[in-house]
C-alpha cells in the first residue's frame, strides 16, 4: 500500500517476491536480472531477499529453512520476525507463477523513490548561488541519468544469472542465416560483414587525412540507420548543423551542389527538393556547438536518452572538442575515454571521426596503419573498431579506382581486419556498396 506521508512503496508486494521465492527457489531467475536487496522498502523484506539473493549467488537452493540459516548466520532472523515470519510469507502466495509481476512492482517503486531523492538533490543545486549554470544543468542530468542506470547496474554478477539472461540472443543469432550481422546495420553490406555491424556499447573510430570522406562516411552511415527508424544523434563540432543537413541532401539527391546552384535545369532543383523532404523527416538530431566539451556530449546524450530516446551517437571530429589539459596527447586521451564512457554509459554505439597525422603523406605507401593515428595511442587502446580511410584518387592521376573510398579494418576488437571497398562520388557525397554501381 502506497502511503501519503511515506514514500511509495508496497509492502504485500515485496512479501508476495519473497514467498514466491520460499515456495520455488527456482523462481528467482525470473526476477533476479532486474531486482537488489535494496530495491525492498522495508528492512525485514530487503534482509529477506538478501538471503535469497546471497545464496543464489553461491548457486544453493532457497527455501524456507536454507533461508532461516542464512539469515541466523547473518545474525537477522530474530529481527525480521522469526520462522513465523517465513512462514507467514509462504501463507501468502499460493504459487509463484506471479512472481515476475510482483517484482515488477517492487522495481517501479523503488525507482520512483530513486526519483524523489533525486529531486530533491536537483532543488538543492537550483537554489544553489555559487554554482554556474552549464554546471548544475550537467549535474541535475547526471542525477536523473543515474537514476535509470541504478535499474541496470549490477556490480557482480554470477556467469549463470549472465547465461541465463543471454542465452536466448545467443539462440537466435547462431540460427540465423549466415551473413547476419549481430549489430545495426550501416547500410554498406561489406562494411557490415567485416565489423558485424554496428554494436552497443561499442567506440567506432573513423580515421583519415582531411578531404578524405571520413564526415562523409560518419553522415551516410547516420542517414542509413536513420532510414531504417533508428535515432541519431550527430555532434557536429567542424560545420554548422546548416551545412550537415545540405551534405546529407546532396548526397542523397547524388547532386553535385556547386552544379545546382548555377543550373538552369528545373529537374536537378527538384531532385533536390524531394532529397530534402526525405531527410528532413529523419530521426537526426543535430548539435553544432563549437569547441564543445566530450562530457557535455555525455550529459546531452543522458538527457535525451531520457526524453526521446537516442539509439546512436556520432561525433564529428575528436580534435576539435574544447577538453582542455597542457598536453595534446592528454587531452586526445581524455576526449577518446569519455566518448567509451558515452558508448558503455548509455549502451549504444558511438562513431567519432578523428585525424591521421601528416606524416603519413611523406611515404610512399599512403594506406593507413593504426601507428598513424594522430597524437594519442589512447586512440588505438581504447577504440573498439578503428577504421582508416583511404582514396587512391587523391593520389595517382591515373588511378585505376576512381571513386572508391577504401576502409582498412584496422583494428577490431571481436573479428578480423581487413580491406572493404565503398563507392564514394566526392562531387555529391554519395556512397554505396561498390556492387549497388557497377
Known amino acids: 500500500m502506497i502511503s501519503d506521508s511515506l514514500p511509495p512503496h508496497d509492502v504485500e ?11 520455488d527457489g527456482e523462481s528467482i531467475f525470473k526476477v533476479a536480472a532486474f531486482i537488489r536487496p535494496e530495491d525492498f522498502f522495508t528492512q525485514e523484506n530487503q534482509w529477506a531477499y538478501d538471503a535469497c539473493f546471497s545464496l543464489y549467488q553461491r548457486n544453493e537452493g532457497i527455501n524456507q529453512i536454507t533461508v532461516a ?9 530474530e529481527e525480521v520476525g522469526g520462522a513465523a515470519y517465513l512462514s507467514h510469507l509462504v501463507s501468502m502466495v499460493p504459487t509463484s507463477l506471479h512472481i515476475e509481476y510482483y517484482g515488477q512492482i517492487v522495481s517501479r517503486l523503488a525507482v520512483m523513490r530513486r526519483l524523489i531523492s533525486a529531486g530533491s538533490q536537483i532543488t538543492a543545486l537550483g537554489y544553489g548561488d555559487d554554482a554556474e549554470i552549464d554546471v548544475a544543468l550537467s549535474k541535475a542530468q547526471d542525477i536523473l541519468f543515474k537514476v535509470g542506470q541504478q535499474q541496470k547496474h549490477a556490480g557482480l554478477v554470477p556467469v549463470q544469472e549472465v547465461a541465463d539472461g543471454h542465452v536466448e540472443d545467443m539462440i537466435i543469432w ?20 567485416k565489423i558485424d555491424g554496428l554494436e552497443k556499447g561499442t567506440l567506432y573510430l573513423v580515421a583519415a587525412r582531411p578531404s578524405v570522406g571520413k564526415t562523409m562516411l560518419c ?73 564543445l566539451k566530450s562530457d557535455k556530449a555525455i550529459s546531452e546524450t543522458m538527457a535525451k536518452q531520457l526524453t526521446t530516446g537516442l539509439d546512436v551517437v556520432v ?14 596527447v592528454r587531452r586526445i586521451g581524455m576526449i577518446v ?14 562513431i567519432a571521426a578523428c585525424q591521421l597525422n601528416r606524416a603519413l603523406e611523406a611515404r610512399a605507401d599512403k594506406k593507413p596503419g593504426l601507428a598513424d593515428l594522430r597524437d594519442s595511442g589512447e586512440l588505438e587502446q581504447t577504440g573498439d573498431v578503428v577504421i582508416g580511410l583511404y582514396r587512391d584518387e587523391l593520389y595517382e592521376e591515373d588511378t585505376k579506382k576512381p571513386k572508391t573510398l577504401e576502409c582498412c579494418v584496422l583494428k577490431n576488437r571481436d573479428g578480423p581486419t581487413g580491406r572493404v571497398e565503398l563507392y564514394y562520388d566526392a562531387s555529391t557525397g554519395f556512397m554505396a556498396d561498390l556492387v549497388k554501381v557497377k
Open 13 to 23: 508486494a515485496e512479501k508476495a517476491v519473497i514467498g514466491s521465492l520460499l515456495i
Open 69 to 77: 540459516h542464512e539469515l541466523a548466520q547473518k545474525n537477522r532472523l
Open 174 to 193: 547462431l540460427g540465423s542465416p549466415d551473413g547476419t550481422i549481430r549489430g545495426l546495420s550501416t547500410g554498406f553490406r561489406d562494411l557490415d560483414q
Open 219 to 291: 553522415l551516410n552511415i547516420a542517414k542509413n540507420l536513420a532510414w531504417k527508424g533508428v535515432k541519431v544523434g550527430i555532434f557536429s563540432l567542424e560545420q554548422n548543423r546548416k551545412k550537415i543537413l545540405e551534405r546529407m541532401v546532396f548526397a542523397e539527391a547524388r547532386l553535385n551542389r556547386f552544379m545546382v546552384r548555377h543550373s538552369d535545369d528545373f529537374g536537378d532543383k527538384r531532385e533536390f527538393w524531394e532529397a530534402w523532404g526525405i531527410i528532413a523527416k529523419l530521426p537526426i538530431e543535430i548539435c553544432d556547438t563549437a569547441g
Open 315 to 328: 561525433f564529428d571530429y575528436i580534435g576539435l572538442a574544447g577538453d582542455e589539459d597542457d598536453s595534446e
Open 337 to 350: 575515454k569519455n566518448l567509451k564512457r558515452l558508448a558503455r554509459l548509455c549502451d549504444i554505439p558511438v
